[in-house]
């Protein structure tokens, strides 16, 4: 290897700083730099820090951003999250690894070019199955599409096009303007390129109109969203939308000023008419629009939208359209009244229950964090969503940044802190860039910093990016990532409100309960409460995915029931299968069957039955999902993330593991189902964390519901067909013999025949699905 | 002060104590393994489980602080059942073996690696001390046993088994011939008399094991000479009388009676012999099947019946080992039989109740893969196997001895009976079996160097760590890697020394598990050297 050039070790570390808790922003930006993390340049860092071999060693093999080898220049991420798992990541895995010729155990091509990574969710849900090379996603894949996405990025990188920026023009009176989602699955369905789209068409017939990034609308089922919002005039929403179809919809609703573009125009409509005999300058597929229009009125209708009012309506970045939009209002307020008291009681009786899981009454937090003893304080945003299948937080830092930062300076001004942090996942970078550019104009602009608006107080927010660790969202593990530790949870208590950050009192909440203090203060408590129930009130944010026809992000009142998410927002299941069931909670929470459809979703009613609020994934099944699959997913993924600390978070979840592969693999050995129950109770009762406590819910939920599938399960047997060693897959005499199962087979295990039925060596047979899904005759079936 | 009640005891104890200090006041046995006085709790293993009552919660005790009114349940089936499961959870990761296989294959459990590292510290004195704990008659053995526990040697698998059994031979034969043979310490009397029918081998170590219980002992003997089936089944080639004869003298210089040619049933009746004495051993060879029911005894197909693990007929007070009760087997099980009545009927003699005879508790590590063979041998001397009988005409001369001794690859734990974990999985019935699903490969790190690791029986404590990270002079330990995999590491992959430096003793003595401890010093010249090939 040639020789590292180590200045960039000491540039770094002069920029980051010093200090203990310098060691993980020190480790991401030198793997920004070498693509990986070379040994002399850490202990290049201990000579110039105060951070110890032991320190450094510890930390860099514990998250799993951390690479020890350089990684190739492109990461291939498969997102593994729960959605994506229910509808075939793992085939896209393989066939990543097998175009890409990887050999067992290795993630990086021959030549350097690409390194195949599984990610734990992106929060992109509703693309599912996806994957993210870069900043670019693909959604919706199959086996199939895998090669085409791979000679499409690298085609991408070569041609790397530049994106127009919008040249600012002065505006005396705009006729109205064009909202595009820009969340970071609203880009992953080609909405970057629908805005540049939009700013060419303004720009090229001079339309009084101007183009603006909002947040993502949580439509996102239906991405690209394209709303034209007039001044004067309802506004309108246009729906998969495509770069080429803007021009169209544009001209319909905005004037032309140049005169003889407007001619043009006209003269060439007019053309038209008279040559085709037609009278219809629309793209034939934005007929569909009604429909579409009122698909998402059944979508949107039932919401309740407090947390997320401004989302897809906003330039996220744009404070003077915030501050428009009642944008600081409450904290405003706040400062001027300087009563914490006073915001504590509000948030007290407004009943608000902290969104991220447990569901702990948020203003008695508060009140314990301003009660603990000592002058210094912190407030943290917990943004490390890591749930698969949850992508709340993801959207609302994104869609929002401003009303996060405003409900926690509320927060901090109601402990009595004046120093905070955002910890985000760094699988969120969109978020992470959002948040920091926020933060930056909130500083400039007097809404940060010292004496905010001469009230005296001052507040210091920064952000702290993950590294990717689940355990991390554990909120004693949070605190000792930020101070520069491997993310492992300790005993509470001491809880963070007595002991927290540096052991001083620390207050966290996660990003939708921050979002939505500045509501309850603009509307106050009662208006709060009114929404929801008992003992849940207000609303709750959402993430709808899996087997479902609409799925994006919701926010309903607490309290109403799974079947009205399922059927009504979500508009059913799709594709003809029947509805089996709903995870909710992720790997925290359980399955809810079909038959328990009405129970509420709330707090208690949901634990009641074995799942739990959670922090807001709802993945829905249908009767092609495997539950003990389920289980074992889960299980895999806390297994996984699990820190190593407590016996039962370590060696329980594993064990759990072990007995649902045998399960799986028709291994099983007399009294797994009982030893695996038992293990599952003592997990739960044992384990030293939330996500030790909360691992075996999966099984519990489905032992309890779907216990038959266990059962068959054991007896060789898997009912939904999912479990590959315990299916075979056949092909019957509908085979016309076209030879497109042969042709695609990633293994040869089809021998070529034309015009005769096939046959599946099922020795060489990976169960990869391949040759069902190009079956054009339906002709390939599992037993 | 603090007031709170552990099982319904209240206990007070001073402000900043906590659950597990109440419980210690309270002279509660909570298991610990990770926590040790003096050191940061980590409440890893959670082996210390208590529960909080009236909720569902159970915390580990070690880092639970008492506070006024608290409630907490320890000594309960809930909690001990947890407490279990953390344990076998522990041991299903668990790479190693508390005790050798080849003790498990000696019927006797003779702990053959112990008596091989006295053999090496030329400590032939606290050899024979090892072997008779188990063996009542070695020198015996060693010249009729057909060596069970060579099957069960490692070594077997690479280039043949220690000589166990010839060297145990050696050490006893040197035991007779200095002239001063080793005597156990007995107990003080406990002026309770046995009365034993028959010297054969489970009769005569019965004999010797009731005398070191402290118990009187009368050994009737139908014939003329004491040895039962070892007078009668071997020629005096391979087994000679001097040998008998001395091994037999030792016995009963330990004070047990011996009355030849007195049969039971014909001399003495044995109604008469249980009225005379406190309990009685029958341990007369095979069976006459009529005469034994008509001492009112159960009799099954094989011999005399008794109840599993525990000795007793359906009389009480009468005992039975051996061919009395098995119909055959090897002298070896017959020996072992005799110490293992002996422990039965000392608990009958003290009155208390009878627990039946288990096998020791161990972790065990199973069959080793060939890609393991490499890391155990290198823990031996590279020696070929020496076959007394063959290659040296019956005897080993003390240098062969030794060299042989260096041959095993100590498969036992250095921690053994003195580990937190196997305490406490033997007190808590512990299986390790139970949720074992493959297990990780055995290595040693750092096997060059000073302090050896086995991350196969690190538990992750993290007292080593928190010991080196005050190390002045050293890089520290860490733990590397996430979940499952999690193992202590050195900093930039360099050695164990150089990470714990100057508290290397002070590392290996926190470790609970012998995950850690210094390498025994390697005998680099090893050997005579015709033996080397």
């Known amino acids: 290897m040639p020789d590292l050039d180590l200045t960039f070790v000491d540039r770094v570390v002069a920029e980051v700083g010093d200090g203990a808790d310098a060691v993980i922003p020190i480790l991401q930006r030198l793997q920004d730099h070498y693509r990986y993390l070379p040994q002399p340049a850490l202990r290049r860092v201990c000579e110039l820090t105060q951070i110890t071999p032991a320190a450094i060693t510890g930390v860099s093999g514990f998250y799993t951003q951390f690479r020890h080898h350089p990684v190739g220049q492109h990461v291939f991420q498969v997102c593994v999250g729960t959605a994506c798992h229910v509808q075939g990541a793992e085939l896209v895995r393989e066939a990543a690894a097998t175009e890409l010729r990887l050999g067992e155990g290795e993630d990086t091509d021959s030549d350097g070019l690409f390194t195949v990574q599984t990610v734990a969710c992106l929060g992109c849900c509703t693309l599912a199955p996806m994957v993210q090379i870069g900043d670019t996603a693909y959604g919706h894949l199959t086996r199939a599409k895998v090669p085409d996405v791979l000679r499409d990025y690298l085609a991408r990188k070569d041609s790397q096009t530049h994106t127009p920026t919008a040249v600012p023009r002065a505006r005396t009176r705009l006729d109205g303007e064009v909202r595009v989602g820009l969340g970071s699955c609203c880009i992953a369905q080609g909405a970057d390129k629908v805005f540049a789209a939009v700013e060419h068409v303004l720009a090229d017939n001079n339309l009084s109109a101007c183009a603006k990034r909002v947040g993502c609308a949580g439509v996102c089922y239906d991405e690209p969203l394209l709303e034209v919002v007039p001044v004067h005039g309802p506004s309108r929403l246009y729906t998969h939308v495509q770069p080429e179809d803007v021009e169209a919809i544009l001209l319909r609703h905005f004037q032309p000023r140049n005169v003889l573009r407007r001619l043009g125009h006209v003269g060439r409509h007019w053309l038209d008419q008279l040559l085709n005999g037609v009278d219809d300058a629309d793209p034939p597929d934005l007929h569909a629009d009604a429909s579409c229009a009122e698909d998402v009125c059944a979508f949107l209708e039932p919401q309740r939208r407090l947390s997320t009012e401004h989302c897809g309506k906003i330039n996220p970045t744009d404070l003077d359209e915030y501050l428009r939009t009642d944008g600081f209002v409450a904290l405003r307020r706040c400062l001027e009244s300087n009563d914490p008291a006073h915001i504590i009681a509000q948030i007290t009786s407004s009943g608000l229950r902290g969104r991220g899981g447990a569901g702990f009454p948020t203003g008695i937090k508060w009140q314990k964090v301003r009660e603990a003893a000592g002058d210094v304080r912190y407030v943290i945003c917990n943004g490390d969503e890591g749930d698969p299948g949850a992508f709340m937080d993801r959207m609302i830092l994104e869609s929002v940044p401003y009303q996060v930062i405003e409900g926690m300076a509320i927060a901090a001004l109601a402990v009595g802190a004046r120093e905070g942090f955002f910890y985000i996942r760094a699988e969120y970078p969109l978020a992470v860039r959002r948040i920091r550019e926020a933060l930056d104009v909130c500083r400039q602009r007097g809404w940060l910093g010292d004496n905010i608006l001469g009230s005296g107080f001052s507040l210091q927010l920064s952000v702290r990016e993950g590294a990717g660790a689940f355990v991390c969202g554990e909120e004693t593990a949070l605190i000792a990532s930020i101070e520069g530790r491997r993310g492992m949870p300790h005993l509470r208590p001491p809880y963070p409100a007595e002991s927290g950050l540096w052991e001083k009192p620390t207050l966290i909440n996660n990003v939708e309960t921050f979002a939505l203090v500045p509501w309850i203060i603009r509307h106050g408590p009662t208006a709060f409460a009114a929404y929801g129930t008992e003992k849940g009130k207000g609303t709750k944010v959402f993430a709808l995915a899996g087997k479902v026809a609409r799925g994006g992000l919701i926010e309903v009142p607490v309290g109403v029931t799974i079947r009205h998410v399922v059927e009504q927002i979500g508009g059913g299941v799709v594709g003809g299968r029947r509805f089996k069931a709903v995870q909710i909670g992720g790997p925290s929470g359980g399955c809810v069957p079909a038959e328990l459809a009405d129970t509420p979703i709330d707090y208690e009613p949901l634990a009641r039955i074995g799942a739990i609020m959670g922090s807001g994934g709802m993945v829905v099944l249908d009767d092609s999902d495997c539950m003990v699959d389920i289980a074992r997913y889960f299980l895999r993924f806390t297994q996984d993330q699990s820190c190593g600390k407590c016996t039962f978070g370590r060696v329980g979840t594993r064990r759990m593991l072990d007995i649902l592969d045998r399960i799986c693999s028709g291994q099983a050995q007399s009294g797994d189902l009982e030893r695996l129950e038992q293990l599952s109770r003592h997990v739960c009762a044992g384990s030293l964390c939330g996500l030790g406590k909360t691992a075996p819910n999966p099984i519990l939920s489905t032992l309890r519901y779907f216990r038959d599938e266990y059962e068959a399960h054991v007896q060789g047997r898997c009912p939904a067909g999912k479990c590959k060693e315990l299916i075979a897959y056949k092909i019957n005499d509908r085979c016309i013999g076209c030879t497109l199962c042969a042709q695609h087979c990633p293994v040869d295990a089809i021998p070529l025949t034309p015009y005769e039925r096939h046959v599946i060596n099922l020795d060489l047979c990976t169960r990869c699905d391949t040759c069902r899904q190009v079956c054009p005759v339906d002709a390939v079936y599992i037993e | ?533």
Request: hydrophobic share 40%.
């Open chain 2, 1 to 533: 002060m603090v007031t709170m009640t552990i099982d319904g005891q209240p206990i007070q104890v001073p402000v900043g104590s906590t659950v597990l200090q109440a419980a210690r006041a309270l002279g509660i046995d909570v298991p610990t393994i990770c926590y040790l006085e003096g050191y940061q709790a980590s409440t890893s293993c959670l082996a210390c489980l208590v529960k909080l009552e009236g909720t569902d919660r159970a915390v580990p005790a070690c880092g639970t602080p008492a506070a006024d009114g608290m409630r907490v349940s320890s000594e309960t089936l809930d909690v001990h059942d947890l407490r279990r499961t953390a344990l076998e959870l522990i041991l299903s990761d668990h790479v190693g073996d508390c005790i050798a296989p080849c003790v498990f294959a000696c019927p006797a459990h003779m702990d053959a690696p112990q008596m091989l590292r006295e053999i090496r510290s030329d400590d032939l004195r606290q050899a024979i001390a090892t072997v008779k704990e188990d063996i009542a008659l070695p020198a015996i053995l060693g010249r009729v046993c057909p060596k069970p526990c060579e099957k069960g040697c490692r070594r077997q698998g690479a280039d043949g088994p220690v000589e166990i059994c010839d060297l145990k031979r050696y050490v006893a034969d040197r035991d007779l011939a200095s002239g001063d043979p080793y005597q156990p310490e007995c107990k003080p009397d406990t002026g309770r008399r046995v009365a034993v029918i028959g010297s054969g081998p489970a009769g005569l170590a019965a004999a010797f094991h009731l005398r070191r219980d402290g118990h009187a002992v009368t050994v009737y003997e139908a014939r003329e000479q004491p040895g039962g089936r070892l007078q009668a089944d071997y020629s005096t080639d391979i087994l000679p009388h001097e040998t008998l004869e001395a091994e037999v003298g030792v016995i009963f210089r330990l004070g047990a009676e011996l009355r030849t040619g007195t049969r039971i049933g014909q001399h003495v009746k044995f109604d008469d012999l249980r009225a005379q004495y406190d309990a009685v051993l029958v341990a007369c060879g095979v069976v006459d099947r009529d005469e034994v029911r008509s001492w009112g005894l159960t009799v099954g197909a094989r011999g005399i019946e008794s109840r599993v693990g525990t000795y007793q007929t359906n009389v009480e007070g009468v005992f039975v080992a051996g061919t009395a009760m098995r119909g055959k087997g090897l002298v070896v099980r017959s020996v072992a039989d005799g110490k293992e009545a002996t422990e039965v009927i000392s608990q009958y003699l003290a009155g208390q109740t009878i627990k039946p005879v288990q096998r020791a508790f161990s972790s065990r590590m199973g069959k080793i893969q060939a890609d393991e063979m490499p890391e155990f041998l290198s823990r031996a001397a590279d020696l070929p196997r020496v076959d007394a009988t063959r290659d040296v005409v019956g005897e080993f001369q003390a240098r062969e001895a030794t060299d042989q001794a260096h041959r095993c690859m100590s498969c036992d734990c250095v921690a053994h009976g003195n580990c937190r974990l196997e305490h406490y999985a033997a007190l808590y019935g512990a299986d390790p079996a139970k949720y074992q699903d493959g297990r990780r490969a055995f290595a040693v790190v750092n096997r060059a160097g000073s302090v050896q690791y086995e991350p196969g029986k690190c538990i992750n404590c993290e007292l080593c760590i928190q010991v080196a990270a005050r190390a002045k002079d050293a890089l520290g330990l860490t733990f590397v890697g996430r979940g499952f995999d999690v193992r202590i590491g050195v900093p930039f992959n360099r050695t164990i020394d150089e990470g714990v430096g100057s508290l290397a003793a002070e590392c290996v003595a926190v470790c609970p598990t012998g995950a850690l401890y210094f390498s025994t010093p390697r005998l680099v010249q090893l050997g005579t050297p015709q033996n080397r090939r």
